[in-house]
Nanobody, 123 residues
């Protein structure tokens, strides 16, 4: 069964860090690009970041550039999203997805995604 499982979300104070993980099962992660997107209540989906299958290409939305870092460990079948200097406007459910490529700022083409993990930035 093809599956992506996000973890690492939680409540964090403004300015704090958080690291999200995306664990893949049922397929070989090393063959695929992975993207992160987020969904906040009342807002449109926002594509946050993506990484190519080899990890050689990474892209970020302007809203997170310089604060978020995407990485991958293909041996562990896991992709990470390190988030620093978090702001209240980063509050959302974060999803990782298997995608065709890493074309940000152009839209990603999705294969499937996980159930999401909630990130809340508040004092």
């Amino acid at each position: 069964q093809l599956q992506l499982v996000e973890s690492g979300g939680g409540l964090v104070q403004p300015g704090g860090p958080l690291r999200l993980s995306c664990a893949a099962s049922g397929f070989t992660l090393a063959y695929y690009a992975i993207g992160w997107f987020r969904q906040a209540p009342g807002k449109e989906r926002e594509e946050v970041s993506c990484i190519s299958s080899s990890g050689g290409t990474t892209n970020y939305a302007d809203s997170v550039k310089g604060r978020f870092t995407i990485s991958r460990d293909n041996a562990k079948n896991t992709v990470y999203l390190r988030m620093n200097s978090l702001k209240p406007e980063d509050t959302a459910i974060y999803y990782c997805a298997r995608v065709t490529a890493c074309p940000l700022p152009r839209p990603m083409e999705y294969h499937f995604w996980g159930q999401g993990t909630q990130v809340t930035v508040s004092s």
